[in-house]
């Protein structure tokens, strides 16, 4: 929720742009793509009533619209600006009480003094916003005292800053002060919203905000319990000593002097959210590793190459390591046969020893294929007639028509399917009927065999399986796989940091001492094997092909390669802006803090996640992780010694431990009140600034660059 108390909606005087010029519709088409939830319109020495009334009614339902005007002021002989803003209500006497000190005066040369301002606007309910510092012109400290004797309520009076750091160090200093946009062209106002002041609590009204000006304890309550929360007890020292805490879901930070029990809080707290079935637990930032987390030994790391679309070629890999040679009939076989003349005279009436044998590869392929095609047929009918889901997308008239006509087909194919059953059977008893009867009949004459077949089919088709092995397992081996990158976070202005994995599969020739082997499979069977499997595909078609195949089956420890993922290497590091990076320890507590902020949680509790971070890391990425999750309802709960954190994320609750006398206590407060209260009253009240101040490393600077934050 943003606030800009200082915008022009006009050109009034001689030296304003023309781009400070805005239609409504424009001006609603702006506002609403911005945060911008509270806007004072703020003319030079000129308020419109009719614009302002057009301007409120186009944002109503997005943005507050409250009215105002930037005058002259010339006290002790010095000209200064001054903003006054006025209560909505009061819009219309606003307008009258301006026209009134403006009438008959020009923009560019009206001035009025200090005290007719407060005469002319006091009674609307106004607050009062000078230009201080370097802001120009400005009020100097003696006209803001002269402001401030002249109004009743000087919590009513803020200074104007020229941006975030300067507005927190007027902070730091005790001034209340803010800052606006004070924009000159309404082009670039979307991206300028971005940096203003951004209101923690959710004001509805001028009038709560006025409140919040005064630390109204009342108001600041009711604006906290629009939040949600839960009363918690816990007893994390002993159960002599119940700590009762309200826990906001949003920012609540826990701190103190070290050794005052902040870590034995949030493990308590972590045991009470856990009982109550939550899955929580406290992150410590130096508990953990950026290698361990993230597995770059890759200890855990596993991978299948189907999961890479390429081929296991576990049927070709086996096949090879079991092949043996087809043998040919030898000639010697065939003219021992014809070299002895066939006496036995039913053997010369038998025909069938005659017959050539037919090819039963063909039939067995056809039917493999039917069959494959009839299986994944019934698997669709299983899946329609199952998936009930299918009702809500597609009419059950097509449903009905689909499996009639997938029944047809499924019963072609079971026909289809049988009948190349048969033809295959029925080769293969002919075949077995030629053998039976060759041999028999050999035995009974004593003549020898007629060779039933060359051989040479076998022989070379054999072969010719053990190529188109060979191939396919050198084919998918050459497969070039790209690095897997998980990302792992942001090292801000350096870059984005990822893990990068790797991987390979070893081609024989691959050396490089950083890869280490997926699978339980030493490095050397691997490169053996492969070149092995290379070898054999250059001796196809050559006597020694066998001789290669045993070489491989030789190889050592052969036996654990069984597909081409025990083939597979990987090499797994961090990478930043693509080369290879080895994130230092700090840079590791960044990365894994970013990372415990980026997981969907409903509870984070963090101990003290400054641990080896830089301000301006914690600054630029933490805290907006924090601001975020606060934005999403989220319980965060931090145990710190940062002032960045504790305070930059102006949290709901500050839950403070004190050591004091030998004694431990607990007081709980926020920033909006600054006060911190005893949970059981036993000590006075604290202010919760000058006890952050104190306590928290860098506590100062913290407050007096706070930005553009602002609780108050």
């Known amino acids: 929720m943003k606030i800009d108390i200082h915008v022009h909606t006009r050109k009034v005087k001689s030296g304003d742009a023309e781009t400070r010029n805005i239609a409504v519709d424009r001006f609603g088409e702006i506002i609403k793509n911005t945060d911008v939830r509270i806007l004072a319109i703020t003319n030079h020495n000129h308020f419109d009533l009719k614009q302002f009334e057009e301007l409120r009614d186009e944002v109503a339902d997005s943005c507050q619209i409250w009215p105002g005007i930037e005058l002259d002021i010339l006290e002790n002989g010095k000209r200064a600006h001054l903003l006054v803003i006025a209560n909505p209500q009061n819009s219309t006497q606003f307008n009258d009480r301006a026209n009134k000190i403006l009438l008959g005066n020009s923009p560019d040369t009206f001035t009025i003094s200090l005290k007719e301002t407060v005469e002319a606007f006091e009674d609307l309910d106004c607050i009062y916003i000078a230009h201080y510092f370097v802001k120009k012109p400005n009020l100097g400290d003696k006209e803001i005292e002269i402001l401030t004797q002249l109004i009743p309520n000087p919590k009513r009076i803020l200074k104007e800053a020229t941006n975030s750091i300067s507005a927190g160090i007027y902070i730091s200093h005790g001034h209340n002060s803010i800052y606006g946009s004070d924009v000159h062209n309404w082009d670039d106002y979307i991206n300028i919203s971005k940096e203003l002041p951004e209101l923690r609590l959710p004001v509805e009204s001028f009038e709560q905000f006025c409140l919040l000006l005064e630390k109204d304890e009342a108001t600041i309550n009711t604006l906290l319990n629009k939040k949600v929360k839960e009363n918690i007890e ?31 809080i949030l493990e308590a707290l972590s045991k009470y959210f856990n009982a109550k079935g939550h899955k929580t637990n406290v992150y410590k930032s130096n508990d953990l590793h950026l290698n361990d987390v993230f597995d770059v030994k890759g200890s855990n790391f596993s991978i299948d190459i189907s999961q890479l679309q390429i081929d296991e070629c576990t049927s070709e890999i086996e096949f090879i390591k079991e092949v043996t040679e087809e043998e040919v009939t030898s000639l010697s076989k065939y003219f021992l046969h014809f070299s002895n003349q066939e006496t036995n005279k039913i ?58 006509v997938i029944e047809k087909i499924i019963l072609k194919l079971n026909s289809e399917t049988e009948n190349t059953f048969f033809n295959s059977r029925s080769i293969n008893l002919l075949n077995n009927i030629i053998e039976v009867f060759t041999t028999e009949i050999s035995k009974k004459t004593g003549q020898p065999q007629k060779p ?36 792992i976070g942001s090292l801000g202005v350096k870059g984005e940091l990822y893990c990068q994995t790797n991987l390979t599969i070893q081609n024989g020739a691959f050396t490089d001492s950083s890869y280490t082997t997926v699978q339980n499979v030493k490095k050397t069977p691997q490169k053996e094997f492969v070149k092995a499997i290379i070898s054999i595909s250059k001796h196809i078609y050559s006597n020694m092909l066998f001789e290669k195949i045993a070489e491989m089956n030789e190889v050592e420890s052969v036996e654990t390669i069984q597909n081409l993922s025990d083939l597979l290497l990987f090499y797994r590091h961090f990478s930043l802006n ?52 606060a934005l999403l309802g989220k319980k965060v709960i931090i145990a710190t010694h940062d002032a960045n954190i504790a305070v930059r994320t102006l949290p709901y609750n500050s839950i403070y431990r004190l050591h004091d006398a030998n004694q431990y206590f607990t007081l709980t407060g926020n920033p909006f009140s600054n006060t911190l209260k005893c949970i059981y009253g036993t000590r006075p009240d604290l ?10 490393e860098g506590g100062k600077e913290a407050f007096g660059e706070r930005g553009k934050i602002y609780g108050n």
Do not use: C
């Open 347 to 404: 053997s010369q009436t038998l025909k069938i020893k005659n017959i050539t044998k037919l090819d039963e590869s063909q039939p067995i392929r056809k039917l493999d294929e039917v069959y494959s095609i009839l299986s994944k047929f019934r698997e669709f009918k299983i899946y329609i007639e199952s998936n009930e889901k299918l009702n809500e997308y597609i009419d059950i008239e097509y449903i009905d028509e689909l499996i009639v």
């Open 578 to 629: 693509g080369k290879l990076y080895q994130p230092s320890n700090g840079e590791s507590s960044m990365i894994l803090l970013h990372k415990e902020l980026q997981d969907d949680k409903d509870i984070y509790l963090i101990d003290e996640p400054e641990k080896s971070l830089g301000n301006d890391y914690i600054n630029d990425v933490i805290v907006p992780l924090l601001k975020e999750k």
């Open 452 to 487: 039933t077949k060359t051989g040479f089919a076998e022989y070379a088709s054999n072969r010719i399986k053990i190529e188109i092995a060979t191939n396919k397992i050198l084919t998918n081996i050459n497969h070039k796989i790209s690095a897997i990158d998980a990302y």
């Open 234 to 264: 816990i007893a994390p020292f002993s159960a002599a000593e119940l700590i009762r805490l309200d826990i906001y879901n949003d920012i609540n930070i826990l701190f103190g002097s070290k050794g005052t029990g902040k870590t034995e």
């Open 687 to 696: 202010d919760w600034k000058e006890i952050s101040m104190k306590t928290l």
